[in-house]
């Protein structure tokens, strides 16, 4: 039996907490928000949708692409942002596309985008639908006779392997797991992977900007890009593949980060890795009220000393309890080490030498190198690696549950981080207890560099049942102007998308603005990609 994805939550249909475990999890999480009437509501089902009539049919030539059944056009409205999930689980789909199209090649790619641009259909290009900035929903389109989502899962190939540059020719819909299945016999990886792997795709990982979830080195989607063909409704363009060059802008990073706003990405050359034989990891606690500051300095020393681990992160008391890798009353730096090369005993121990220098607490025996997987899998860093991959399944019980779960990313440098940090979780409590009375903010590092980190941070508060998006809103507008005013970037790595549009035109300089106008008017002239995201068509 083919599985099948569920239509408004993360994972597949019958997959992920079951309704007798989701109600443990809401009791557990109560307690420690100090609320005791938590309840949670059933999941949806698809005869529950009601979706809007659709107001346009594809050609005859392409109607055997295309799809308008419920559950199709229900799966293709939004991504899997806490604003997207709520709504998914009250069966709310009213912005939902009119149809679905599901192109096998580029040249059926082609034909969609040429009717789009004829008959003023905006175009949605669709992956892995992992998005949670509003990046695949059909908001702003009413100008448009209808909706299109083109969903890429049919351009899903690695079509060659260069073994001796280590570098592959792969289709922008193939899915994270199918591409490293492919590469796996070659002895290869990408050694990219986000926290939405499991259902996300290279194209959507391109067009996003993505970081990865090793912390230090190649960190973004950006470091493994070699060159890219992209599909706009003006033409093919295509990169010469090259490991650099010098000849003027790059034309890759006009389309790395441009959210299907001017080209639909189809294939990449992307850099390869030797797989990872040898690992190290360890985790290290910081304990006392400035453990969390303490542990920061240690990452920077950790980013600055050309180290370079594969695993850097920091969790606060908070996020190392929730977890599992820690017991609430200390921070703890997850610290480890990968290569295909060589072991990692001389990298780790001078790791963990800087951790003491900084007043961290290193267990006794930690950080030997091994030759299996069970150094990322056991003890406190495998905790937080599968609390990690487990946290989107978890988040769907919170929306049933009418828990408010947010999450925002940022950049700072180190010389500003401390004031940073301090005024942006002073801000965002404060809208906590005046929108939810009660609630937690915490915060881990995603990245770190040599002159910056990437603060992530949390938040969970208890909602009121039907009013947990405005509570959302409100929180999510105070988290995001703090951000802007203190200096950060208003995302790091989950890209702008609709929810991030109104900060994103405050950071972004004008002249910027312009260019990046004057990109879209040359290659999408009708404005049918996905309006509204990072410009507005003309």
Known sequence: MVKRRKFWGWGFEGEGPSDEQAKGIALTLGRRLGVSDFTV???????????????????????????????????????????????????????????????????????????????????????????????????????????????????????????????????????????????????????????????????????????????????????????????????????????????????????????????????????????????????????????FLRGARVVRDLSQSALYPTNCRLLSPFEALTAGAGDGEAAVLVVGFESADHPLDAAMQRALELCRDGGGRVPEGAGTTRTDSGATREGAAGAWRKAFLNAPYLRDVLVRAAVISETFETAITWDRFEDFHAEVTAAVEDAVRRVCGAGVVACRFTHAYPDGAAPYYTVLAPGRRGSELEQWAEIKAAAAEALLRCGGTITHHHSVGRDHRQWYDEQRPDGFARVLSAAKRTLDPAGVLNPGVLIDPS
């Open 41 to 291: 509501a059933p999941a949806p089902q698809i005869e529950d949708v009601e979706l809007p009539l659709p107001r346009v049919a594809p050609p005859a030539s392409l109607a055997e692409r295309c799809s308008t059944t419920p559950f199709e056009r229900a799966s293709h409205t939004y991504g899997k942002s806490f604003r997207d999930t709520v709504r998914g689980a009250r069966a709310q789909f009213d912005s939902a596309p009119d149809l679905v199209a599901f192109p096998r090649d580029e040249s059926d790619l082609v034909a969609l985008l040429d009717w789009c641009s004829d008959a003023r259909v905006a175009a949605i290009p669709y992956g892995g639908g992992s998005s949670v900035v509003g990046g695949v929903e059909a908001v702003g389109c009413d100008d448009y006779r209808g909706v299109v989502s083109i969903d890429l899962g049919g351009l899903s190939r690695v079509l060659e392997i260069d073994h001796t540059s280590r570098a592959a020719r792969i289709e922008a819909g193939i899915y994270g797991p199918a591409l490293e299945d492919a590469l796996r016999p070659h002895g290869l990886t990408l050694r990219h992977f986000p926290q939405s792997f499991e259902f996300s795709t290279l194209g959507g990982w391109i067009a996003t900007r993505s970081g990865g979830h090793y912390a230090t080195l190649y960190t973004h989607i950006d470091d493994f890009v070699e060159s890219l063909r992209v599909v706009t409704p003006t033409g093919s363009i295509e990169s010469r593949r090259l490991p650099g060059s010098g000849a003027g802008p790059s034309p890759d990073r006009l389309f790395i980060g441009s959210e299907g706003t001017l080209g639909i990405i189809t294939e990449a050359w992307m850099r390869l890795q030797d797989r990872p034989r040898f690992r190290a990891s360890a985790a290290v606690s910081f304990a006392g009220d400035d453990g």
